[in-house]
């Protein structure tokens, strides 16, 4: 029960003899229970219509306290009939957040524009009208949580605020007010008994047992209120709040440690954290290491009601400094309670200041850059119109835990009493890919294409498709926040690829990815818009972009060898005919090669004027045909044609260049599933002036790759070529040290460097950029490294990047590479 919590000041009331101002002193003093009974009395009493609003007004703040919405909800609005709010605006925005909370949004929205217009700089009154509309928004939407009421933990009373006991994450500890704790007076707050820590286990079949006190013997529980609790990571030290463990003073609430031996506990030490005796210090969480806490307090000084702080020390064995505000991204004008850290990185907390759905709301900031980022909502179902808080979470699961909430119902199942714990969990997410896969042409299912699905992850996975064209990979195959590529291959077709992605899904989902692929034609394609000048060769660069299609194609097929075919018109020898297209031709392998094509994919050949052109469908000019579809534009055809300029067309479709599919039985070179290929070339300047020959020893490592000794911005290493490379390629090893010995710096390497060089290595596939490798005498400047964990220890460059430091040859027989 949050207000048991809420971090309160007990002291005792002197004895007054006018009603009014014995209820006015109780309700100072927050004895909100027998300050009620007092308003009713002195209401009765009174005649003045002042002073009767006073006290609804006071006895409204009292049910709202504790807690009892419905019944301020009814105080509110009498106040609000009578115009008391002319002269305590704050009553329009009470009585909206009990409407709100009592789920009458449409209600609330138009109090909470009336507050607006009375206190337009309370931010309370715009975040309150906007959470009346995300509530909707958010229940429509809920996220992926499942909740239980855990009814063998709750009781008819209040129960709350539980941590984990055990590192086998089968022990909790709550607390409760329930009948059976220590104090045998009530809370003057509340009305009910004070609350203690209780302990409860699961068994192997998940059933919790009833929970019995932490302890009997006065170390922990006492006759006044307990609760709170939380462990420290090695569960050896309970960290909890105590209130008001003085009689008859102001004593206030503090943060209190025990040691925990076995099952048993030792005696109480208050945790000094400043403030005074007075001061209300309570919801502790701590870093693994305990050289942080982080707590609730009302400290002077602060943003609102009570704030989150912490305080830091130098061991755990050290006491704390003093504490600090977690600032105003955190802490806002209303309540900061509840604080839960996981992982030392993402705090969560309760409030009922940021933008929430009911009272307290929980949310989350994560820990970034030096700083805590912008909480949070949690949102339904996690939080909902009454008051959630502390939350907990089982570290050996992903997303799973306990919390607390006052809702009455949830779905289907009612809570037991007050304040009731909840288990709350997301289920696994559960993922299916499937498609058919058809001819392009005829749009029939194709039997026995290849699917590969190569995921994000590593994972490489083949099927084929069965006889009606379908494809299937199971759940075990397609996993939570993974991408995958698809390729789709099959004899005599052009392979094609598709995408799907599970990055971002918060639901199960059965993915759908359909497939067409183009029979490869036995005639050759004409590339669009390559067409040369009269006598030309030059590929002219506003046709680069017609080869795209090309380059995509034999990207998506890189099994493929390919003719590029060039053709002249006939107004010109033979020969130099034959000249001309062959140059036309090298001239679009040229360009392939450039954009990243292998070589060895790519044939030149040039036809001439041997091979006329045949329209595949009809030709106009100026409106009218002139070329009719399935005409040969041969010599004797285009010297018939009526005019000139129906001529040069002909002509000009003469000159064109084709490509035609010759093999599909190219193996392409490996290249390291970790190694990432940049967008741009890694060599910037070759310098090697010398032309006289050098020569170098000859290594070879245990794979007979050969190599030589080089240096890396000085820093001696030997590097290795690899055939199966497309770029240079290191361990993380090597790396390291390069690193270490300052060969190489944080500036260095593309992207972030605090998530590159995080955690005190270098992330898997991570590029740095090498100002000089050096040979003896020559050297290259400025190239791109990618370092590998799938290398134990190497530095391997490709052929391409390793023939930039100069030609060369390899001697075996005398163990020596010639530089020339």
Same mark, same amino acid.
């Given at each position: 029960?949050?207000?048991?919590?809420?971090?309160?000041?007990?002291?005792?009331?002197?004895?007054?003899?006018?009603?009014?101002?014995?209820?006015?002193?109780?309700?100072?003093?927050?004895?909100?229970?027998?300050?009620?009974?007092?308003?009713?009395?002195?209401?009765?009493?009174?005649?003045?219509?002042?002073?009767?609003?006073?006290?609804?007004?006071?006895?409204?703040?009292?049910?709202?306290?504790?807690?009892?919405?419905?019944?301020?909800?009814?105080?509110?609005?009498?106040?609000?009939?009578?115009?008391?709010?002319?002269?305590?605006?704050?009553?329009?925005?009470?009585?909206?957040?009990?409407?709100?909370?009592?789920?009458?949004?449409?209600?609330?929205?138009?109090?909470?524009?009336?507050?607006?217009?009375?206190?337009?700089?309370?931010?309370?009154?715009?975040?309150?009208?906007?959470?009346?509309?995300?509530?909707?928004?958010?229940?429509?939407?809920?996220?992926?949580?499942?909740?239980?009421?855990?009814?063998?933990?709750?009781?008819?009373?209040?129960?709350?605020?539980?941590?984990?006991?055990?590192?086998?994450?089968?022990?909790?500890?709550?607390?409760?007010?329930?009948?059976?704790?220590?104090?045998?007076?009530?809370?003057?707050?509340?009305?009910?008994?004070?609350?203690?820590?209780?302990?409860?286990?699961?068994?192997?079949?998940?059933?919790?047992?009833?929970?019995?006190?932490?302890?009997?013997?006065?170390?922990?529980?006492?006759?006044?209120?307990?609760?709170?609790?939380?462990?420290?990571?090695?569960?050896?030290?309970?960290?909890?709040?105590?209130?008001?463990?003085?009689?008859?003073?102001?004593?206030?609430?503090?943060?209190?440690?025990?040691?925990?031996?076995?099952?048993?506990?030792?005696?109480?030490?208050?945790?000094?954290?400043?403030?005074?005796?007075?001061?209300?210090?309570?919801?502790?969480? +701590?870093?693994?290491?305990?050289?942080?806490?982080?707590?609730?307090?009302?400290?002077?000084?602060?943003?609102?009601?009570?704030?989150?702080?912490?305080?830091?020390?130098?061991?755990?064995?050290?006491?704390?400094?003093?504490?600090?505000?977690?600032?105003?991204?955190?802490?806002?004008?209303?309540?900061?309670?509840?604080?839960?850290?996981?992982?030392?990185?993402?705090?969560?907390?309760?409030?009922?200041?940021?933008?929430?759905?009911?009272?307290?709301?929980?949310?989350?900031?994560?820990?970034?850059?030096?700083?805590?980022?912008?909480?949070?909502?949690?949102?339904?179902?996690?939080?909902?119109?009454?008051?959630?808080?502390?939350?907990?979470?089982?570290?050996?699961?992903?997303?799973?835990?306990?919390?607390?909430?006052?809702?009455?119902?949830?779905?289907?199942?009612?809570?037991?009493?007050?304040?009731?714990?909840?288990?709350?969990?997301?289920?696994?997410?559960?993922?299916?890919?499937?498609?058919?896969?058809?001819?392009?042409?005829?749009?029939?299912?194709?039997?026995?294409?290849?699917?590969?699905?190569?995921?994000?992850?590593?994972?490489?996975? +083949?099927?084929?498709?069965?006889?009606?064209?379908?494809?299937?990979?199971?759940?075990?195959?397609?996993?939570?926040?993974?991408?995958?590529?698809?390729?789709?291959?099959?004899?005599?077709?052009?392979?094609?690829?598709?995408?799907?992605?599970?990055?971002?899904?918060?639901?199960?989902?059965?993915?759908?990815?359909?497939?067409?692929?183009?029979?490869?034609?036995?005639?050759?394609?004409?590339?669009?818009?390559?067409?040369?000048?009269?006598?030309?060769?030059?590929?002219?660069?506003?046709?680069?972009?017609?080869?795209?299609?090309?380059?995509?194609?034999?990207?998506?097929?890189?099994?493929?060898?390919?003719?590029?075919?060039?053709?002249?018109?006939?107004?010109?020898?033979?020969?130099?005919?034959?000249?001309?297209?062959?140059?036309?031709?090298?001239? +679009?392998?040229?360009?392939?090669?450039?954009?990243?094509?292998?070589?060895?994919?790519?044939?030149?050949?040039?036809?001439?004027?041997?091979?006329?052109?045949?329209?595949?469908?009809?030709?106009?000019?100026?409106?009218?045909?002139?070329?009719?579809?399935?005409?040969?534009?041969?010599?004797?055809?285009?010297?018939?044609?009526?005019?000139?300029?129906?001529?040069?067309?002909?002509?000009?479709?003469?000159?064109?260049?084709?490509?035609?599919?010759?093999?599909?039985?190219?193996?392409?070179?490996?290249?390291?599933?970790?190694?990432?290929?940049?967008?741009?070339?890694?060599?910037?300047?070759?310098?090697?002036?010398?032309?006289?020959?050098?020569?170098?020893?000859?290594?070879?490592?245990?794979?007979?790759?050969?190599?030589?000794?080089?240096? +890396?911005?000085?820093?001696?290493?030997?590097?290795?070529?690899?055939?199966?490379?497309?770029?240079?390629?290191?361990?993380?090893?090597?790396?390291?040290?390069?690193?270490?010995?300052?060969?190489?710096?944080?500036?260095?390497?593309?992207?972030?460097?605090?998530?590159?060089?995080?955690?005190?290595?270098?992330?898997?596939?991570?590029?740095?950029?090498?100002?000089?490798?050096?040979?003896?005498?020559?050297?290259?400047?400025?190239?791109?490294?990618?370092?590998?964990?799938?290398?134990?220890?190497?530095?391997?460059?490709?052929?391409?990047?390793?023939?930039?430091?100069?030609?060369?040859?390899?001697?075996?027989?005398?163990?020596?590479?010639?530089?020339?």
């Amino acid at each position: 029960m949050v207000i048991l919590f809420t971090l309160f000041i007990s002291t005792i009331a002197l004895a007054q003899r006018d009603l009014s101002e014995m209820a006015d002193r109780d309700f100072e003093d927050q004895k909100y229970s027998v300050a009620i009974d007092l308003y009713k009395k002195a209401y009765s009493k009174t005649k003045d219509r002042d002073e009767k609003n006073r006290i609804r007004f006071q006895m409204a703040e009292c049910y709202r306290l504790m807690n009892e919405t419905n019944r301020a909800e009814v105080y509110y609005k009498s106040l609000v009939r009578t115009d008391y709010f002319k002269k305590e605006p704050i009553v329009l925005f009470y009585y909206a957040e009990m409407l709100k909370s009592n789920q009458n949004y449409d209600e609330a929205i138009p109090i909470y524009e009336q507050y607006i217009k009375l206190r337009p700089n309370d931010p309370r009154g715009p975040d309150g009208l906007k959470s009346c509309k995300l509530q909707k928004e958010w229940v429509e939407n809920p996220s992926g949580h499942t909740i239980t009421n855990i009814r063998d933990l709750n009781s008819r009373e209040d129960d709350f605020a539980p941590c984990y006991a055990s590192d086998n994450y089968n022990d909790i500890i709550l607390t409760s007010n329930r009948e059976g704790s220590t104090g045998k007076a009530s809370d003057e707050w509340t009305g009910k008994n004070f609350t203690d820590l209780f302990y409860a286990r699961q068994d192997r079949k998940g059933e919790w047992s009833t929970p019995d006190l932490l302890e009997t013997e006065g170390k922990i529980n006492t006759e006044t209120n307990e609760g709170i609790a939380t462990m420290n990571s090695s569960f050896t030290t309970l960290y909890f709040t105590r209130c008001g463990n003085e009689k008859n003073t102001n004593s206030g609430c503090h943060i209190y440690t025990a040691k925990k031996t076995g099952r048993s506990y030792g005696d109480a030490q208050i945790l000094a954290l400043g403030g005074d005796s007075t001061s209300a210090i309570g919801h502790p969480t +701590v870093t693994d290491d305990e050289k942080m806490i982080i707590f609730a307090a009302d400290f002077p000084n602060g943003y609102g009601g009570k704030d989150l702080w912490y305080a830091t020390r130098k061991s755990k064995s050290d006491e704390f400094g003093l504490p600090k505000n977690m600032g105003p991204v955190i802490n806002t004008v209303g309540d900061e309670l509840f604080p839960h850290l996981r992982s030392d990185s993402v705090l969560y907390f309760a409030s009922n200041g940021h933008i929430g759905m009911g009272l307290l709301d929980i949310f989350y900031s994560t820990y970034s850059n030096g700083q805590w980022g912008v909480p949070q909502n949690m949102q339904y179902p996690i939080n909902s119109n009454a008051d959630d808080y502390g939350i907990v979470f089982n570290r050996n699961e992903e997303e799973e835990g306990f919390f607390t909430s006052g809702r009455k119902m949830n779905g289907l199942e009612r809570a037991r009493g007050g304040d009731d714990i909840y288990h709350f969990v997301i289920p696994p997410l559960v993922f299916t890919l499937s498609g058919v896969v058809k001819d392009d042409n005829s749009l029939q299912f194709l039997e026995g294409a290849e699917v590969r699905m190569v995921g994000s992850d590593g994972s490489s996975i +083949v099927t084929q498709t069965n006889s009606i064209g379908r494809y299937e990979f199971s759940k075990e195959q397609i996993l939570p926040r993974t991408t995958y590529e698809l390729t789709i291959s099959k004899e005599n077709y052009f392979s094609t690829t598709g995408s799907e992605t599970t990055v971002g899904v918060e639901k199960s989902k059965d993915f759908v990815l359909d497939f067409t692929i183009k029979p490869i034609p036995k005639k050759p394609i004409v590339l669009p818009e390559i067409l040369y000048d009269l006598a030309k060769w030059d590929l002219k660069p506003q046709y680069q972009d017609s080869l795209q299609g090309l380059i995509t194609t034999l990207d998506e097929n890189p099994r493929m060898v390919v003719e590029l075919a060039s053709h002249t018109d006939a107004r010109d020898s033979d020969e130099r005919n034959d000249i001309l297209s062959q140059k036309r031709a090298q001239s +679009v392998v040229d360009y392939l090669i450039l954009r990243g094509i292998d070589p060895e994919r790519l044939v030149a050949k040039g036809y001439g004027e041997r091979v006329p052109r045949e329209i595949l469908k009809d030709y106009y000019l100026d409106g009218k045909l002139v070329l009719d579809s399935g005409a040969v534009l041969n010599e004797i055809f285009i010297a018939d044609l009526p005019s000139n300029d129906i001529k040069e067309l002909a002509h000009q479709l003469n000159r064109r260049t084709e490509f035609s599919v010759l093999r599909n039985d190219f193996v392409p070179k490996v290249k390291l599933d970790s190694i990432v290929s940049p967008a741009t070339a890694k060599i910037d300047i070759i310098i090697n002036p010398e032309t006289e020959e050098e020569s170098v020893p000859l290594l070879k490592d245990a794979e007979g790759r050969f190599g030589v000794k080089c240096e +890396v911005n000085g820093y001696p290493i030997n590097m290795y070529i690899d055939a199966r490379l497309r770029e240079p390629v290191i361990s993380l090893e090597n790396a390291l040290n390069l690193l270490r010995d300052g060969a190489i710096s944080k500036n260095d390497f593309a992207g972030d460097p605090l998530e590159v060089l995080a955690n005190g290595t270098i992330q898997d596939g991570a590029v740095f950029l090498v100002e000089e490798v050096k040979v003896e005498k020559n050297y290259i400047t400025m190239i791109e490294v990618t370092v590998s964990t799938k290398i134990e220890r190497g530095f391997y460059v490709d052929e391409a990047t390793f023939s930039l430091i100069g030609k060369y040859r390899i001697d075996e027989e005398n163990m020596k590479v010639i530089f020339e």
